[in-house]
């Protein structure tokens, strides 16, 4: 049975490393008859979480602020499975895909939790120049733990400080084998 997959893709660089992960990912996904979906927060307005706990999550757009998370709720709340795709910042992902994750909240708000459970999975996939994944690791298996995700894996490029520096490394195979898995 395919799955929605929607893939929230971090890299502030649509044609780097991160990116071509999940261009692979992507494709084994598609191949396995899944459809995917991927956000590039970088070329999305998305204005960080006010705390202010004034989500509804059951709302087609779940916050009290409007921009841009207002195209990926949706998408979220139909979808099967969620790629985090991000570069490695400080050991932890980029600004982007933080701030998005801290703006889903809204759907744990409210009138209903629709984030948490409901049967989906996460996957995350990563680039780095370095290979110090450890703490973000933790925050990744904390993240799926709080919101009852089943954990499909991970994929962790170290030693990819230039654009381009992944091709022909074991990662792109790998993404495509973790897309193509998903079924």
């Known amino acids: 049975m395919s799955k929605k997959i929607v893939i929230l893709n971090g890299s502030p660089r649509r044609n780097g490393n991160t990116s ?4 692979s990912f992507s494709e084994g996904a598609r191949s ?5 979906i991927e956000f590039f ?29 207002d ?5 979220v709340k139909a979808c099967d499975v969620i790629v ?12 982007q895909i933080r701030t998005a994750v801290d703006r889903l ?4 708000e409210g009138d209903g939790n629709l984030l948490r459970g409901h049967g989906r999975s996460g996957a995350l996939l990563m680039a780095a120049e370095g290979h110090a994944f450890d703490d973000v690791l933790l925050y990744y298996g904390h993240l799926l733990e709080h919101l009852r995700w089943k954990n499909l894996g991970h994929i ?4 990819n400080g230039d654009i381009g520096d992944i091709h022909g490394k074991p990662e792109l195979q790998q993404a495509f084998n973790l ?4 079924s």
């Open 20 to 23: 071509l992960l999940v261009k």
């Open 32 to 36: 396995a008859g899944n459809t995917v």
């Open 41 to 69: 927060l970088d070329d999305m307005d998305i204005h960080g979480c006010k705390g202010c706990f004034g989500g509804h999550s059951s709302r087609e757009c779940p916050c009290v602020q409007k921009d841009d998370m």
């Open 71 to 75: 195209k990926i709720y949706p998408a």
């Open 84 to 95: 985090f795709a991000t570069p490695l910042y400080y050991w932890n992902m980029s600004g």
């Open 105 to 108: 909240f809204a759907l744990e």
């Open 156 to 159: 962790l490029a170290g030693g």
């Open 179 to 182: 897309g193509k898995s998903i």
